[in-house]
């Protein structure tokens, strides 16, 4: 898809792609490069039907929301994000506004929390909608798997996490896309503690 009329701004975007695809290489735990992949998407869609606002901004953020990670890497101030968009020439005030949005998007750390700009509430949106739906529950397996937790421990996930999205998006477009992830959420959950019945 060629998001931008000019094609300066599309090869950044590439670019962008090509850089999160080398720096993920060999992680798997859901926040790999189909994720990042899957933000871009859910933000660039959002955005566009949102009010004008940096569509540039959310599509790198978005695409380089993980590439400092604290679980996957050991960088200090979005070092990884930073190095990419300074070896494109991307000016310093918008590497600042990038990495200020990129920053704003984590939910364990800014539970509550919601971001300043529209293009940050855009990003975080579209994080937490890819946390919904049948795709948050092949993530929350995924993990739970890797990390040897037994099935129950994943349901627990939905409690904690998972339910409370819907309530959460900033943005009246995620709201609405949130709707069926979080109906798909609820049929899921029914449907397991129908069939997880020990009792004959
Ligand atoms: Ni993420």
């Known amino acids: 898809m060629n998001l931008f009329a000019d094609e300066k701004q599309n090869k950044l975007i590439s670019d962008a792609k090509d850089y999160i695809a080398k720096l993920f290489e ?24 949102e ?15 993980d590439a400092d990670d604290h679980k996957l890497f050991d960088t200090v101030n979005n070092q990884n994000a930073r190095t990419f968009l300074e070896s494109h020439d991307v000016d ?9 949005i990129i920053n704003s998007v984590s939910f364990s750390r800014n539970r509550g929390k919601t971001p300043d700009s529209l293009e940050g509430k855009i990003v975080q ?29 994943g349901i627990e996930h939905f409690h904690e996490k998972l339910l409370l999205l819907k309530d959460e ?30 009792d004959i």
Not at 92 to 100: A, E, L, N, V, Y
Not at 136 to 145: D, H, K, Q, S
């Open 26 to 49: 060999g992680h798997s735990d859901g926040h790999d490069l189909d994720h990042s992949l899957r933000v871009f998407v859910n933000a660039v869609s959002i955005a566009l039907k």
């Open 51 to 65: 009010p004008p606002c940096d569509i540039e901004a959310v599509a790198l953020a978005a695409l380089l929301h």
């Open 92 to 100: 310093s005030d918008k590497i600042d506004f990038i990495c200020t």
């Open 125 to 153: 949106d579209a994080d937490r909608l890819d946390a919904m739906g049948a795709i948050g529950i092949a993530r929350t397996f995924a993990y739970g798997g890797k990390h040897g937790r037994p099935l129950d421990g």
């Open 169 to 198: 998006m900033n943005t009246q477009t995620a709201r609405e896309l949130a709707e069926s992830r979080h109906a798909f959420l609820e049929e899921f959950l029914a449907r397991y503690e129908e069939e997880n019945n020990m």
